[in-house]
């Protein structure tokens, strides 16, 4: 009997630390979404003022190859989302916990923008660098920011006796 009770005390405790721990990651995905789509909405405010910049490839017929930095923004957004998630920036183990979290959202970014420079430079795509210098540490710095802003958070409701598992 004893035993049967401590097996379902312990199911449910596993129950209440996942329903924590997605809780939590999913403040830290909204948070994530609005630091990145912030940090490029910043850059591209800065470096290209609020009107429409068109980039073709150098090795393209410009009638054929337009998009905006408004579009090239939304894909990077989406991109540096998607890496964050590859590099398991909010997985669910390593969450408020440690640096693990830290150094995961410095390399998915690093590694994004270490892609995008190569892609770019096969492409021979004309891209504004100080749109992408602007963006990176803005990002990062304010992903390390957030994330510590929730670390803040998570302890103050640890100590008072929550999400502890």
């Given at each position: 009997?004893?035993?049967?009770?401590?097996?379902?005390?312990?199911?449910?405790?596993?129950?209440?630390?996942?329903?924590?721990?997605?809780?939590?990651?999913?403040?830290?995905?909204?948070?994530?979404?609005?630091?990145?789509?912030?940090?490029?909405?910043?850059?591209?405010?800065?470096?290209?003022d609020s009107g429409?910049?068109?980039?073709?490839?150098?090795?393209?017929?410009?009638?054929?190859?337009?998009?905006?930095?408004?579009?090239?923004?939304?894909?990077?957004?989406?991109?540096?989302?998607?890496?964050?998630?590859?590099?398991?920036?909010?997985?669910?183990?390593?969450?408020?916990?440690?640096?693990?979290?830290?150094?995961?959202?410095?390399?998915?970014?690093?590694?994004?923008?270490?892609?995008?420079?190569?892609?770019?430079?096969?492409?021979?795509?004309?891209?504004?660098?100080?749109?992408?210098?602007?963006?990176?540490?803005?990002?990062?710095?304010?992903?390390?920011?957030?994330?510590?802003?929730?670390?803040?958070?998570?302890?103050?409701?640890?100590?008072?006796?929550?999400?502890?598992?």
């Open positions: 009997m004893t035993e049967t009770l401590d097996r379902a005390q312990a199911v449910n405790a596993q129950a209440k630390a996942r329903t924590w721990k997605h809780f939590y990651a999913r403040r830290l995905f909204i948070t994530d979404l609005a630091v990145i789509a912030t940090a490029f909405f910043i850059s591209q405010l800065l470096w290209l429409v910049v068109e980039l073709a490839s150098s090795n393209s017929d410009p009638r054929w190859f337009r998009i905006t930095y408004t579009t090239v923004s939304v894909v990077l957004v989406v991109l540096w989302m998607l890496f964050l998630d590859l590099f398991a920036a909010r997985d669910h183990k390593n969450i408020g916990a440690g640096t693990t979290e830290y150094k995961r959202i410095a390399d998915a970014t690093i590694r994004l923008f270490g892609v995008l420079a190569i892609v770019a430079f096969i492409t021979k795509a004309d891209l504004g660098r100080g749109y992408f210098l602007t963006a990176l540490p803005l990002g990062v710095f304010f992903l390390l920011l957030g994330r510590w802003m929730w670390r803040q958070w998570l302890r103050r409701k640890q100590a008072d006796g929550l999400y502890t598992s």
